[in-house]
């Protein structure tokens, strides 16, 4: 390979996550870590906002300005908005420069999803000018992370809450050896916090004010402030 192509050659890892979307750059660690939210004028078709500024706008769009997750039960649910999505992300990590670097792509994904998904996860990754896709299980890419020693012949259990899903699983000698993922997660906390501060005071908050409220009084690990 000629100097100039490996001084351009790039690898990108991303975590296309419910609540979540993180892009891992190859050299540089994690570049970009924003909520998977698009929002969208419906008049114009043109995307407002991605990522953290979306979020913040949760709630408070006016009429013909929506709000699009598009991602649910950690599959793409929208596809068209998913790509604007990815595609602002990986202009974002690779600061606009993806034409010329057309990256290598590895992709997180849910184990429990269908052929059909799959592909709709590779051809979003494609469209996004990737130069080629990787998909890998995202409880094994959770037990790297975590450090678990699952190339041995021992079992290993990976529990990961996310926004809309719970996988759990069992891994020895680098395999799953079973698994099992249930739609309930942070989103459905946050939404029996809602529920429960309507029923029971008869209060209205939004889906931000619930997750910060789930935040503040249960964080499932100490927080900085
Ligand atoms: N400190 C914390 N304590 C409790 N819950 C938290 C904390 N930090 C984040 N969360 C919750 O975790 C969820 C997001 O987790 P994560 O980013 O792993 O999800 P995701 O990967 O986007 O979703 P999925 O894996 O279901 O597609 C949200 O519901 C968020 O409110
Ligand atoms: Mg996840």
């Known amino acids: 390979m000629s100097w100039f ?3 351009l050659l790039c690898d990108l890892a991303i975590d296309l996550g419910t609540a979540n979307t993180l892009v891992f750059l190859k050299g540089k ?3 970009v870590q924003e909520p998977s939210i698009v929002v969208v004028n419906k008049q114009s078709g043109k995307v407002e906002a991605v990522g953290k500024r979306a979020k913040e706008m949760l709630g408070k769009t006016p009429n013909d300005i929506i709000t699009i997750k598009p991602m649910r039960d950690g599959v793409i649910a929208d596809f068209e908005i998913a790509e604007k999505m990815i595609d602002y ?7 606009n420069r993806i034409f010329l670097i057309r990256p290598r792509i590895v ?3 849910p184990t429990g999803i269908t052929q059909v998904e799959r592909r709709a996860v590779k051809d979003v990754a494609l469209r996004a000018k990737a130069s080629d896709v990787y998909l890998v299980q995202q409880p094994v890419v959770a037990s790297v992370g975590a450090d678990l020693p699952i190339s041995e012949p021992t079992g290993n259990m990976i529990v990961d809450v996310g926004g809309g899903t719970t996988d759990i699983a069992v891994i020895s000698m680098n395999g799953i050896v079973f698994n099992h993922s249930i739609r309930i997660a942070g989103n459905e906390m946050d939404e029996a916090i809602i529920q429960h501060l309507k029923k029971k005071y008869n209060l209205l908050i939004g889906e931000r004010s619930a997750e910060q409220v789930k935040m503040d009084i249960g964080s499932a690990y100490p927080l900085d402030d």
């Open 89 to 95: 992300f990986i202009k974002q990590a690779t600061n």
């Open 107 to 109: 992709i997180g994904i």
């Open 29 to 31: 660690g994690i570049v």
């Open 5 to 7: 192509k490996e001084k």
